[in-house]
């Protein structure tokens, strides 16, 4: 894990002000999901939904720190907070009935993302 000085320091390089702002707000309750979400984009998680199926054992939450993609099923009913979710992604996981939310809304909403962390 980096240090908080990092991270603001990696913050200062991005322009857009959501992604700034879920930093912010994962520094003071998630340091660990901070320092994956200040990473620079071409070293950010992409996964697919048969990968974050097979990851997940019996958590009931999936924080995915990058971008849902749309190749494949979930077959169990977990949530998935993620940064972003393709527009095939979100279809197919409202068609599967799996609660899905952003990690800026969560962390507005909660204050506290919890779950297991997919890298």
Not at 35 to 42: D, I, K, N, S
Request: cysteine-free.
């Amino acid at each position: 894990m980096i240090s908080k000085t990092k991270i603001d320091k990696r913050m200062k390089k991005k322009t857009d002000s959501e992604l700034v702002e879920t930093i912010l707000l994962a520094k003071k309750s998630n340091p660990e999901l901070a320092t994956l979400l200040a990473m620079p984009t071409r070293k950010r998680v992409t996964l697919n939904l048969d990968e974050i199926g097979k990851k997940i054992k019996e958590e009931k939450t999936a924080i995915v720190p990058g971008k849902v993609l749309g190749k494949g099923q979930v077959d169990k009913k977990i949530k998935i907070i993620a940064l972003n979710f393709s527009a095939g992604a979100i279809e197919k996981l409202k068609k599967g009935k799996i609660e899905i939310s952003t990690i800026n809304r969560e962390l507005k909403h909660n204050k506290k993302v919890e779950g297991k962390i997919l890298k």
